[in-house]
């Protein structure tokens, strides 16, 4: 609606104002107020809306101050106080006094003044955040302003709340927010310190007790003081106040109720230790069993961290059974992996006898029988998961046949038909054979008249059946006689009527020999079935292989991939979709793959699925589909899951309203505010799950009631993990699967908890940076499919990393594995009815302003002079350079320059040749009455674009950034917004960030997508042209990707478009994926111009060194390890287990400590060596099978003590000698440097 606003500006003269009150700031166009002259207002107002940081109406636009206050903040708002008129910032600070004491009813805490910069109080008026003072206004800082709203909170704080601890709690916020604010305090308020925590810290540490874990729980939060634990310790229950002494006097803590709730989980336990199934329920989920609190008062990447720094992991374990060709168990392992937040850590394979085979067997069953979450074993902590009922009764298959007979040949060896070609039908007599068959006709005795004597074959007659002759006194002597004679006369078999084929003499000597002596049984009243022979019967015939008697005839079970491809014809579609909505043809396709692997769960062993679809082909119409089915199949059928972010499980709920018909697939929605009347309180959960288990989250029994689908956030998962694990699901989705591709989150472990039938992933990108994308969800969809993790990684490669043949073969194996349960089509693939996608090559060519190549030249040289002595350079790495290099191909600007005003459009054009050529093309455009959508990510270029095509154009663009923080209500307000737009007649524009493809938002009225500004991965790029090139759009899409470009060199734009359309080549092999381009991908000697080149990767001397940065030292070592053969990398600035880098190169390996000084000539002592000697164990187990040499390296010398000691502890010292010999050796740039410690775009601000 903001640009609705706008557009009345052509129809009044009147000039826009501002209006300034208590509450806010009020845009509008009445007379007598301030004037706002910038031309970027309206740029300004509609993402400050699009924020939900302002509120719009028809005739204004309202910032609240809290609004303000926040875009102030942000970097993207810098120009906004100049924008609305707003006065300066001030540079007092703000003078708070306090009357009568804390105990007092009327103890108050008065804004006294402020202070300026020379230490004088001044008094002005307060009007909002507005200062006024005679002749000066101006605006509080964004720091005062929540301090001044607590203060003024106070001051009206109603007489029930007039009381010692609400002034104590109160005086805690409002203390922490003055420190924040630098406030002045009086010598009461300064000598009063109150702390009011409102998030925990927790620390842990990890306590081997036997083969039990114990887990001691340490609470803390910022700013506690000394002495805390050991008051937290000293009081049986948790005060609302702890009074702390310390050298500067008492510290009063305040105990807020939500950390009260934590605390108090924390108190109940003995010694705030842990052990059995509750510490395995604290260390696995805190957030299942620290009550709903937890929340909101523990940060889990925080917990995360230290669950790392105590050494706590959690493993996994797979069975690895070899069977010999006749699929005995020879060995069996089991195969223990570690994760952590960067991947797999640690990988072990342990060979286990039978013996321990069924002590493991017998401990596992016991740890499911007590309900444990984790097992311990030989110092190893098993994650039990979804799998591990099926690894169990895989393991206890295996012992039973170690525990039978083993013959080196064995029956079911030589039975077993895999082992030979598939023209092999079966074993047995491939020659006919002939029996005799003695039976009784009834239940009576042994009498010649109740004897039934057959001769029988294994012979099939001309009809297919067995064939069989009932032998009488006159066939046996037939018989007889037809022997004797071909005695006689050498031949080999007799003829006898009614059989198909001539009897082997000595097969018919046997018959007739058989039943002579059982008649004569039969006579003397004798079983002749039970007589004893005294002679050696004749061999039975040898049996064979029998070969098929048709090749081509397809009679024989194929194998489990052949099967699973093998898919039907056609879709069995729903009749509960809605009948004006049909499935299109690969919807169809997709529908009865889906319904194939289904049907196949039991027989094929199927587990699941990944929906790989590419983005727009409808793979939630699909799924949908999916579910009705089943429903429609079976009503009782367990109910299904759906697991989402927020904004797609909107998308699903509104699908299933569109698609499906009402009543078939009731939904419920379980996340959010929708989970209150679904908990369970906390007193009527049974005492037991709250003391002995830690467990005080559920869901109420039956929760999920008649719904047939629920939806619910990845969060919401991991935090009732028990109550949504107890369920039977017949369906579980996880759509945007990219979110349990970390082995090691608690969402991951969350999704694999669930008990469900089948499983699907649903995601456009299966492989993102590497194939283990690819294996994390095949690990969730069908565990064990890929094999271990580190065998999967050590066997296949990306196509592109392929190099030998033999590696090309791996790819290809991975391929079939893979292909019966993932599906990806692309549009070009199946999307026949989608019109064209039209690449526009000419505005790749626009040529370099020459105030570019001016900025250019001047950011180079002010990079070469990063290094020198009294430089002022904004330069401190390759980053930033990249970063501007990058600006100045869209926005020509010097270095840091903004303004509230924006150039006058003729001469902007000339300095930018991409926004010249954007006002051609959007001409063009308008010629069509089509529209745009202009993709860029830059805040303030978005304004720009917005200011110069509505003074082009008269036309208003909405400017759509997609934050997840915005609320449902300003999520609709976008959503009118686009609607809007599409529905509106003729040529339009849009502005959208590249994030907003994220949230749901579809335009298919544009048929031209601009990518003003480049994302650095173009599968997003792809994802982001793909909101109006998708099932719906009507006419050919054009898709612009303009690059400012120079005749001399490659621009920043050239080599970035070089490298995304390399990514997205290799990105037609879904197994390369589309990785983002990396600071690494430059080569920033490629990206100057050449006469700039000169003395620009400049290397690195000993004298560099001495002034390094730590950070940058260690980054130095490992540079120079990595030029020796080493894979370096840093360890973690804190908590690096006094290891700085680590190399490891096959089978050897380095750890090293690196100390820095700038006083040259300074020996240090052995502290280097007693880290590394420390950090060691912890590196061991991380690196299994690595021989580490342990090293010291200074820039520096070392004394005779550290030479001593490292000595006695095998440890290598390098000095500032053999650092200068290093660099001589394996001589290292600053680029190179640069490149290994800014290895991601995010490191910019660092």
């Known amino acids: 609606m903001v640009f609705k606003l706008f557009k009345k500006k052509n129809s009044s003269s009147i000039a826009w104002q501002r209006t300034l009150s208590a509450n806010g700031v009020v845009v509008h166009q009445s007379l007598g107020a301030m004037r706002l002259d910038s031309a970027l207002l309206a740029g300004y107002l509609a993402q400050l809306v699009d924020d939900g940081l302002a509120l719009e109406s028809e005739q204004e636009v309202t910032i609240p101050w809290d609004g303000i206050f926040t875009a102030l903040q942000r970097p993207d708002y810098e120009d906004l106080i100049s924008v609305l008129a707003l006065p300066s910032l001030t540079t007092m600070r703000p003078v708070l006094q306090s009357r009568n004491a804390l105990t007092d009813e009327n103890f108050s805490i008065l804004l006294a003044g402020w202070q300026d910069e020379s230490g004088r109080t001044v008094d002005s008026k307060l009007v909002g955040p507005l200062l006024s003072s005679p002749g000066t206004d101006e605006l509080v800082r964004p720091e005062h302003w929540p301090l001044l709203k607590e203060v003024f909170a106070f001051s009206k704080r109603p007489p029930e709340a007039r009381h010692d601890l609400e002034h104590r709690q109160a005086w805690g916020r409002i203390r922490a927010l003055a420190l924040e604010a630098n406030a002045r305090l009086d010598d009461f308020l300064r000598r009063t310190v109150v702390l009011t925590p409102e998030r925990l810290d927790i620390g842990l540490r990890k306590i081997a007790i036997a083969e039990d874990q114990v887990i001691e729980i340490t609470p803390s939060f910022e700013g506690a003081p000394e002495g805390w634990l050991e008051r937290f310790d000293a009081l049986r229950s948790i005060p609302d106040r702890y009074d702390i002494p310390t050298p500067d006097g008492i510290v009063q803590v305040l105990i807020v109720p939500q950390v009260k709730s934590v605390l108090q989980e924390v108190k109940r336990l003995p010694y705030r230790r842990i052990a059995g199934s509750r510490a395995q329920a604290f260390s696995l989920n805190p957030f299942a069993t620290l ?56 990988s072990e394979s342990i060979e286990l006898d039978d013996t321990e085979l069924a002590e493991f067997i017998a401990r596992l069953e016991t740890a499911f029988n007590k309900s444990f979450q984790l097992l311990g074993w030989r110092g190893f902590d098993l994650e039990l998961l979804g799998e591990t009922p099926d690894y169990l009764a895989e393991l206890k298959v295996a012992l039973a046949q170690r525990q039978q007979d083993n013959a080196l040949v064995r029956y079911e060896q030589v039975h077993d038909l895999s082992a030979y070609s598939s023209r092999i039908e079966g074993i047995g007599f491939e020659e006919p054979y002939y029996s005799p068959f003695i039976a009784k006709k009834d239940s009576g005795d042994w009498v010649p008249e109740n004897v039934q004597v057959l001769i029988a074959s294994n012979a099939k007659g001309p009809q297919g059946a067995l064939e069989g002759i009932p032998v009488t006194k006159e066939v046996l002597e037939t018989l007889r006689e037809a022997v004797a004679q071909a005695q006689a006369e050498g031949r080999p078999s007799v003829k006898v009527g009614g059989l198909s084929n001539d009897i082997p003499l000595d097969q018919a000597q046997d018959i007739v020999d058989s039943i002579d002596s059982a008649l004569r049984d039969v006579q003397q009243g004798k079983d002749p079935t039970s007589r004893e022979k005294t002679s050696t019967p004749t061999a039975p015939p040898r ?19 052949e099967a699973l491809l093998a898919l039907p014809s056609a879709a069995d579609i729903p009749n509960a979709l809605n009948r004006e909505f049909s499935l299109l043809p690969h919807q169809e396709q997709g529908l009865a793959w889906l319904q194939h692997l289904h049907k196949s769960r039991v027989e094929r062993e199927v587990r699941g699925a990944i929906l790989a679809d590419d983005m727009g082909l409808g793979k939630t119409f699909q799924l949908l ?21 927020v904004s797609l499980l909107e998308n699903w709920a509104e699908e299933a309203g569109k698609f499906i018909r009402p009543g078939v697939l009731p939904l419920l929605t379980a996340y959010g505010d929708a989970l209150a009347g679904l908990r369970v309180p906390r007193a009527d959960i049974e005492e037991r799950l709250k003391t002995e288990d830690g467990l005080v989250r559920f869901l109420k029994p039956g929760w999920i009631g008649s719904a047939k689908v629920v939806l619910t956030t990845y969060e919401t998962l991991r935090d009732l993990e028990f109550s949504f694990a107890a369920e039977h ?35 456009g990108t299966p492989v993102e940076n590497s194939l283990v994308d690819l294996w994390c969800l095949f690990d969730f969809v069908q565990p064990g499919l890929l094999g271990a993790l580190n065998d999967f990684g050590t066997r296949y490669s990306k196509p592109i990393e392929a190099k030998t043949d033999e590696e090309r073969a791996r790819v290809e194996e991975l391929r079939l594995r893979i292909k019966p349960q993932i599906l990806r089509r692309t549009k070009a693939e199946v999307a026949k009815d989608l019109p064209q996608k039209i690449i526009v090559e000419a505005c790749r060519h626009l040529a370099l302003s020459s105030e570019q190549r001016k900025l250019y030249a001047s950011a180079i040289e002010s990079f070469k002079a990063r290094k020198d002595p009294g430089a002022i350079s904004p330069f401190k790495n390759m980053l930033g350079l990249l970063h501007y290099l990058r600006l100045i191909c869209t926005d020509p600007r010097r270095h840091g320059l903004t303004a509230p005003n924006p150039e006058p459009l003729k001469q902007y054009r000339e300095k930018s040749p ?73 040529f339009g524009a849009i502005i959208l960030s ?131 053969g080493y894979a370096c990398y840093c360890t973690p600035q804190s908590r690096d287990q006094g290891v700085d880098v680590v190399g490891t190169h096959a089978e050897k390996g380095v750890l090293i400590q690196a100390k820095t000084s700038s006083s040259d000539g300074k020996r240090l002592g052995w502290d280097a060596v007693k880290e590394v000697v420390a950090g060691a164990a912890f590196y061991q187990r991380k690196h299994q099978n690595v021989d580490f040499q342990k090293v010291c390296i200074t820039n520096q010398f070392f004394n005779s003590q550290a030479q001593e000691q490292a000595a006695f502890n095998e440890v290598v010292l390098i000095d500032q000698t053999g650092l200068a010999d290093l660099l001589l050796q394996y001589p290292a740039t600053m680029l190179e440097l640069d490149q290994f410690l800014y290895t991601e775009w995010s490191s910019l601000s660092h």
């Not at 070899?322 to 992996?337: M, Q, T």
């Not at 990219?738 to 995601?763: E, H, L």
């Open 291 to 346: 009550g709903e609190d937890a929340k909101a008062v523990i940060d889990e990447e925080q917990f995360e961290q230290a669950r790392e720094a105590a050494g706590i992991q959690f493993d996994r374990f797979t069975p690895v059974i070899e069977r010999d060709a006749g699929g005995y168990p020879r060995k069996i392992s089991l195969l223990i992996e570690s994760a952590n937040a960067s991947g797999l850590s640690f």
């Open 543 to 561: 049996k064979t292989l029998i070969l098929r008697p048709n090749i081509e005839t397809v009679d024989y079970e194929e194998s489990r991939r």
């Open 625 to 645: 589909s999916l579910m009705a089915w089943l429903v429609e199949r079976d009503p009782s059928v367990a109910p299904m899951l759906v697991v989402a972010p």
């Open 729 to 763: 699901w017949s369906v579980m989705v996880c759509d945007e699967a990219q979110r349990i591709k970390n082995p090691a989150a608690m969402v991951t472990r969350a999704a694999k908890k669930q008990n469900v039938d089948f499983k699907i992933a649903c995601t």
């Open 914 to 986: 991409k926004l010249d050529w954007l006002l051609e093309q959007l001409k063009l455009i308008q010629k069509k009455d089509e529209k745009v959508i202009i993709f860029c990510e830059f805040r303030n270029i978005q304004r720009l674009l917005r200011h110069y095509i509505e003074e082009q154009f008269n036309i208003f663009p909405p400017i759509i950034n997609g934050d997840t923080s915005a609320t449902a209500g300003h999520a609709d307000s976008r959503q009118r917004q686009i609607k809007k737009f599409q529905e509106a007649a003729g």
């Open 994 to 1124: 590249p994030v907003a493809v994220g949230f749901g938002v579809n335009i298919q009225a544009a048929n031209h997508v601009i990518h003003y500004t480049r994302t650095w991965n173009p599968a997003k790029e792809d994802q982001a042209t793909d909101r109006a090139y998708r099932i719906g759009q009507k006419k050919d899409v054009y898709v612009y990707y303009p690059v400012v470009k120079a005749d001399d060199f490659a621009t920043f734009d050239v080599k970035l478009d070089q490298l995304l359309t390399r990514k997205r080549e290799l990105a037609g092999d879904m197994l390369n994926g589309s990785g983002d381009v990396r600071p690494g991908d430059f080569n920033m000697e490629d990206v100057v111009p050449p006469a700039d080149r000169d003395s620009f990767n400049e290397r690195i001397t000993l004298s560099h060194t001495l002034s390094m940065e730590p950070r940058h030292f260690e980054g130095l070592v490992a540079v120079l390890w990595g030029k020796q």
